[in-house]
């Protein structure tokens, strides 16, 4: 019998224990032995629970427990889970975890740590939620070299963008409803700011090039400056707008942003919508192949990370390798990152717009009072310069075709 202590028990750890009790019998067949939970580690009490004899509040009983062979860990945050995840696997003890933050932060250190002790350090769950992707990544795209990898991976910012799609309306109205449902937090900053995306971006990125990635690097634009206009144009192109993590190889340079982008129906990931994540990986031998389901959600969630025990488990004192070195990746400057672009300018004045742009493609969405269209390919830089000296500029996306 393997037994694990869950800590934190909010919405992920409580689905760890649900999903472990209620899935008791086929999870210990896939494992070769049973799973039980011996102690949840919480601030609070939980009277009524299953669970209450098996909280504690110290973490110490923990890590000193030699029965303790697996530390699940759903805190979320860097303060302490840091701490005891760092203390569980220097002492011996697997680590499964859903934390995105942790991940992206100390991921390489941790994997280190694990591999010099032989046990694991696994993370299905901080990318992607219940989507199998990083073990994928790390397990079975191992023939090619990975081009591209472009994800809807905040379910929050899609459900949004949806929304505003399907209803035009404005992004308040709609983060209100969102926040109302239950599905935005109270501070939605994370989410709409495109900072959790880019944790997940960075995290995918360090695994798909064995080295560490730093989320500090990485572009990021969120999607509070989309308006019910933006999707009026975006309708008449029969386009959506979605906001990706995405980085890629070009020329030997990492590109990475996290930033809305228009896409058209024949993008796989256009028709990713409400809360779902999906995430496009192409490989130069394999092509495109795309991880579609819920990336966020209690049981979806703590699905992955009671795959992760799973796993740790079936490979007791074998540490699996996961290439993820703390050399540092550099990440290409967005100036010559290339791109097509949406533009919006206020006035009527064609001329100037192409005597700056050359022949573009404009979009007639019955907005008064401005003019809307698409440039052809070009850096970002010279982007930038060119609506920097053009009066009325109002805004830009990026296209993703
Ligand atoms: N806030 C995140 C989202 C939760 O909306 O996708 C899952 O990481």
């Known amino acids: 019998m393997i037994k694990v202590a869950v800590l934190g028990y909010g919405t992920v750890g409580s ?13 210990a067949k896939r494992s070769g032995q049973e799973i039980q939970v011996k102690y949840v580690l919480d601030l609070r009490d939980f009277p009524g629970d299953p669970i209450q004899e098996k909280v504690v509040h110290d973490f110490n009983v923990i890590l000193e427990d030699s029965e303790i062979d697996i530390v699940v860990e759903t805190m ?15 002492a011996g003890k697997s680590v499964c975890t859903s934390n995105k933050e942790l991940v992206a932060a100390h991921g390489a250190e941790l994997i280190q740590i694990a591999k010099d002790k032989g046990v694991n350090f696994f993370f299905e ?13 790390n397990d079975c795209l191992t023939a090619d070299k990975i081009l591209q990898i472009n994800g809807i991976l905040n379910g929050t910012t899609n459900y949004i963008l949806t929304k505003m799609s399907r209803e035009g309306s404005d992004f308040d109205a709609v983060l209100k409803e969102a926040q109302d449902l239950g599905y935005a937090e109270k501070d939605p900053t994370a989410d709409v700011e495109g900072y959790d995306a880019c944790r997940k971006i960075a995290i995918l990125t ?13 572009y990021t634009e969120g999607i509070t400056k989309i308006t019910a206009e933006d999707f009026a144009y ?22 990475a942003m996290v930033a809305p982008q228009m896409i058209l129906a024949d993008n796989p990931l256009f028709a990713v919508n409400d809360v779902f994540n999906a995430i496009c ?18 049981e979806a969630t703590a699905s992955a990370v009671v795959s992760d025990v799973v796993v740790a488990t079936q490979q007791m004192g074998n540490n699996v390798q996961i290439l993820w070195d703390a050399d540092k990746m550099e990440v290409a400057s967005m100036d010559d990152m290339e791109n097509r672009f949406f533009v919006r300018l206020a006035g009527q004045d064609k001329a100037a717009v192409e005597a700056a742009f050359g ?15 698409l440039t052809g390919k070009m850096k970002e830089k010279d982007f930038n310069a060119k609506v920097s000296a053009m009066d009325g500029f109002i805004t830009r996306i990026r296209l993703g075709f």
Do not use: H
């Not at 769950?125 to 990544?137: D, K």
């Open 234 to 255: 975006a309708n008449k192109l029969q386009a959506s707008i979605k906001i990706f993590g995405s980085s890629k190889m070009v020329d030997g340079k990492l590109y």
């Open 281 to 298: 990986v192409t490989g130069n031998m394999l092509g495109d192949v795309m991880f579609y389901g819920k990336g966020a959600g209690k």
């Open 15 to 27: 689905g760890v224990v649900q999903v472990i009790t209620e899935n008791q019998e086929i999870v």
């Open 125 to 137: 769950a901080s990318v992607g939620g219940g989507i199998p992707v990083i073990r994928p990544l």
């Open 206 to 218: 360090s695994l798909a090039y064995g080295k560490q990635v730093d989320y500090e690097d990485i």
């Open 359 to 373: 022949p573009v493609d404009y979009v007639e969405a019955g907005i008064e009072g401005e003019l809307g269209f």
């Open 76 to 90: 979320g945050g860097t303060k302490p889970a840091y701490d005891f995840v760092k203390a569980s696997l220097e």
